[in-house]
């Protein structure tokens, strides 16, 4: 199953744009990037998910690269409440039941 | 709507006990997931419901068992617990399926449980 390379921590500006990167060099054909945060000690929170088209929601933007095997999520104009952890995540359905979430980007959003 | 809800909110465990850890979603979401999150850690998926009658196990199953109950609800048991089972158990919701089957997970507020 595809695994995912995400930097451990970032920091971002507040009211900048934050760009979070994530590799995932062996994806499948059939998998799904899917991004989620957490913010604190909460259950994790849906952000956005995308095949191999970009793909953009209320949010944040998903950038996939042509070979998809790397993908960026953009929030355009990062808030204090953007602070978490992000979480990139490859899954498809022959191998929905190893959703590890991994360790995820820890993003910190300065004043 | 009252989205994703889990009881006991937190509790505390002697080895070897055992409890029942109740989840129940009011979305009409067909699939239903357990993860543990352990200090520091990302979230581990232990078992996972693709439909109503059906369970499916996740990375970590072992010491759990789990039940559907019906649409609403998904229960994971700890039959004998034991202290490395201490974590943060978190269950979710999703409306997906099929190939989508990881889409938009709703998560509950989590069981913070302690094994001494």
């Known amino acids: 199953d595809a695994k995912t390379t995400q930097p451990p921590s970032m920091d971002c500006a507040e009211g900048r744009a934050a760009n979070l990167p994530c590799n995932h060099s062996t994806i499948s054909g059939n998998e799904y990037v899917y991004w989620y945060r957490q913010i604190h000690s909460q259950g994790p929170q849906y952000i956005i998910h995308g095949l191999k088209n970009n793909e953009t929601n209320e949010m944040a933007s998903l950038i996939i690269t042509e070979d998809r095997k790397s993908s960026t999520l953009i929030l355009p104009h990062a808030t204090l409440r953007d602070t978490a952890v992000y979480y990139c995540i490859v899954r498809g359905y022959t191998n929905a039941g190893k959703s590890t979430f991994g360790d995820g980007t820890t993003l910190t959003v300065k004043p | 709507n009252a989205g994703v809800t889990q009881t006991p909110k937190f509790q505390v465990l002697k080895t070897g006990q055992s409890m029942t850890l109740q989840c129940a979603q009011d979305?009409?979401?067909?699939?239903m997931y357990w993860y543990r999150q352990d200090p520091g850690m990302g979230l581990r998926l232990i078992y996972y419901s693709a439909s109503e009658g059906t369970t499916d196990k996740g990375e970590v199953p072992n010491g759990y068992n789990v039940s559907r109950l019906n649409k609403r609800e998904f229960s994971l048991r700890l039959e004998s617990a034991a202290p490395s089972q201490t974590s943060v158990y978190f269950c979710a919701s999703s409306g997906g399926t099929g190939l989508l089957l990881f889409y938009e997970q709703y998560f509950g507020p989590g069981t913070r449980l302690t094994v001494t």
């Open positions: 979305m009409n979401h067909n699939s």
